[in-house]
C-alpha cells in the first residue's frame, strides 16, 4: 500500500520569508510527484509536477525530489498572505496506465503579514 | 483555459436514496477519475476510467457505486444506496495521459460536489 507522509503542521511563516513543505513516500519505483494547493473548501490546484532527480522551479515556487531518500519538498519564496493554504503533497501509482494520485494528508500553512 | 466543471455544487439526500454525480472533463482529455474528501481527512482515489471501462477502483468503490460516460462530454458517479458515512466532498479530475511521466499526466480537479447525507 502506497503512503505519502507530510508534516501536518500547521506551519505559520511571516510575510516575505521562505516556506519550506516536506514529503515522503514509501515506493521506491514511484515516478511522479505533485504539489496541489487547497483553500479551505475548494478543490485541490496543482502547483508544481517534478519527475527527475533535483530541482525544478516555477515563479517562486521551487520543488526538489530526491529519488535515493524518497523525499520531495516545497519551497515557497516571498510567502505571501494568499498563500495560506494547505498543501497536498501526491505521489502517483498506478497499475499501468491508470496513475491514481495518492496523497498526504496535508500540510496547513499560515503566511502572517 | 479549459477546466472540469460539476454539478451539482451541493447534493443533500437521505440516507438510502441514489444519487448521481456530473462531472464534465476537459475535452481532450482521455483519463477520468472520481476522489473523495471526508471533512478533515485526506483526498481519497476511488476510480479511474479509461476507453470506456473502469482502470483500476479502490476498496472504497464497492457495489454501491458506479460510474459511467453516457455520452462524449459527461462522466458520472453513481451512489445507489446512500450511507451516513458516505458524506464527504466528491471531486472529479481528468487528464490527458497517465504514465507518461510528463506534464501530460497531470490531473486537473473540478471544484467538487458536496454530498449531505441524512
Known amino acids: 500500500q502506497k503512503e505519502v507522509e507530510q508534516n501536518s503542521g500547521p506551519l505559520s511563516v511571516p510575510e516575505g520569508a521562505i516556506a519550506s513543505l516536506n514529503c515522503t513516500y514509501s515506493d521506491r519505483v514511484s515516478q511522479s510527484f505533485f504539489w496541489y494547493r487547497q483553500y479551505s473548501g475548494k478543490s485541490p490546484e496543482l502547483i508544481m509536477s517534478?519527475?527527475?532527480?533535483g530541482d525544478k522551479e516555477d515563479g517562486r515556487f521551487t520543488a526538489q525530489l530526491n529519488k535515493a531518500s524518497q523525499y520531495v519538498s516545497l519551497l515557497i519564496r516571498d510567502s505571501q498572505p494568499s498563500d495560506s493554504a494547505t498543501y497536498l503533497c501526491?505521489?502517483?501509482?498506478?497499475?499501468?496506465?491508470?496513475?491514481?494520485?495518492?496523497f498526504g494528508k496535508g500540510t496547513k500553512l499560515t503566511v502572517n503579514p | 483555459e479549459p477546466e472540469v466543471t460539476q454539478t451539482p455544487s451541493h447534493q443533500v439526500t437521505q440516507m438510502g436514496q441514489e444519487v448521481i454525480l456530473r462531472c464534465v472533463p476537459i475535452?481532450?482529455?482521455?483519463?477520468f477519475y472520481w476522489y473523495r474528501q471526508i471533512l478533515g481527512q485526506k483526498v481519497e482515489f476511488l476510480v479511474s476510467?479509461?476507453?470506456?471501462?473502469?482502470?483500476?477502483k479502490s476498496e472504497i468503490f464497492d457495489d454501491q457505486f458506479s460510474v459511467e460516460r453516457p455520452d462524449g462530454s459527461n462522466f458520472t458517479l453513481k451512489i445507489r444506496s446512500t450511507k451516513l458515512e458516505d458524506s464527504a466532498m466528491y471531486f472529479c479530475?481528468?487528464?490527458?495521459?497517465?504514465?507518461?511521466?510528463?506534464?501530460?499526466?497531470?490531473?486537473?480537479f473540478g471544484p467538487g460536489t458536496r454530498l449531505t447525507v441524512l
Open positions: 517534478i519527475y527527475s532527480n
Open positions: 476510467f479509461y476507453n470506456n471501462e473502469i482502470s483500476e
Open positions: 479530475a481528468s487528464s490527458f495521459l497517465a504514465g507518461a511521466y510528463t506534464s501530460t499526466d497531470t490531473q486537473y
Open positions: 501526491a505521489d502517483s501509482a498506478g497499475q499501468g496506465g491508470s496513475e491514481k494520485l495518492v
Open positions: 475535452s481532450n482529455h482521455l483519463y
